[in-house]
């Protein structure tokens, strides 16, 4: 009987750490967002293309980390990988991936920063190496001009 108890214990006691090993704490490395390195796929809001795939590698040689987050004032990849960067939004959550969103950014000009736009502001303007538009607190771009700049090249293609 005593054995049972003991088995029962231990379950519950490795179900209840399990559980807390998995509770989102204060930084994002901690929440096991996305590392630098890792692939992390962009949905796409167009029926003609489906999701694109950014890899944090291949970029970090073009900008600095708040060209893309540039909500995130401080954010570096040495203060997201020691642990002292809060939760870092998805783009989405700002711009909204739905056209005509009130809630959506709107640009100096007063484009409506919906996420298909604001990704490709960022994204082939950038490949292009014209960046005209440059995000609000966004950090410096290093290089430009590199990258692919037509739909297959970056979306996948849909049936």
């Given amino acids: 009987?005593?054995?049972?108890?003991?088995?029962?214990?231990?379950?519950?006691?490795c179900g209840i750490l399990g559980?807390?090993?998995?509770?989102?704490t204060g930084s994002a490395a901690e929440q096991k967002q996305k590392l630098p390195g890792d692939d992390v796929v962009i949905p796409s809001v167009d029926e003609k293309w489906g999701p694109t795939k950014f890899t944090h590698q291949k970029h970090l040689a073009y900008s600095d980390c708040t060209y893309c987050h540039h909500t995130n004032k401080g954010l570096t990849l040495e203060t997201f990988n020691a642990g002292s960067v809060e939760k870092i939004p998805f783009c989405a959550d700002c711009h909204f991936r739905e056209e005509g969103n009130a809630k959506t950014p709107s640009g100096s000009d007063g484009t409506e920063l919906w996420s298909k736009e604001a990704y490709h502001i960022n994204c082939i303007d950038c490949h292009k190496g014209e960046i005209t538009k440059v995000p609000k607190d966004a950090g410096k771009v290093i290089k430009q001009g590199e990258g692919p700049t037509k739909c297959a090249e970056c979306h996948e293609v849909k049936e």
């Fill in 19 to 24: 559980i807390a090993a998995k509770l989102p």
């Fill in 1 to 13: 009987m005593r054995l049972k108890l003991w088995i029962v214990a231990i379950f519950f006691a």
